[in-house]
């Protein structure tokens, strides 16, 4: 009698889980999660000044930190301020530098843009790219 029922009931599950694949495993209706985007400038200096061309990224101040042993970045990108969730700060190589604190994002919604603050060591004439992450909610 098992050797009947068990045949018959297998012929069943496609017509019973429409939608799933039995052999890959049930399909699923939730969406992926979106993908996160990254806007990356191009090199830029640590001078007053200087704008990167790739997305107009500029340099607004350069000074030492308050303990002296850092230097205080400040960078002002012309993106919307909804589109950056996280700041990478990389050297011209595409290798994550090492900040001394955690860099801040200031969003001003007012003028369409971002003011980013990163804090690298002093002890260098610092050249390195901003790495924009949104991650899409």
């Not at 107009?56 to 012309?78: C, E, F, W």
């Not at 200031?106 to 843009?113: A, K, L």
């Amino acid at each position: 009698m098992k050797a009947i029922i068990l045949p018959a009931l297998v012929s069943l599950v496609p017509v019973l889980t429409p939608g799933c694949q039995v052999a890959d495993g049930p399909a699923s209706s939730v969406p992926p999660p979106p993908a996160s985007s990254v806007l990356e400038t191009d090199t830029l200096i640590a001078r007053p000044g200087y704008t990167g061309k790739v997305i107009g990224a500029s340099v607004t101040r350069s000074s030492p930190g308050p303990d002296g042993d850092l230097q205080v970045i400040h960078v002002n990108v012309p993106v919307d301020p909804d589109r950056v969730d996280r700041v990478q700060v990389v050297s011209e190589s595409g290798e994550t530098l090492k900040q001394k604190r955690v860099a801040e994002i200031i969003r001003n919604y007012e003028t369409d843009n971002v003011g980013i603050t990163i804090y690298l060591s002093k002890d260098k004439d610092w050249r390195f790219k901003l790495r924009l992450i949104d991650n899409a909610e």
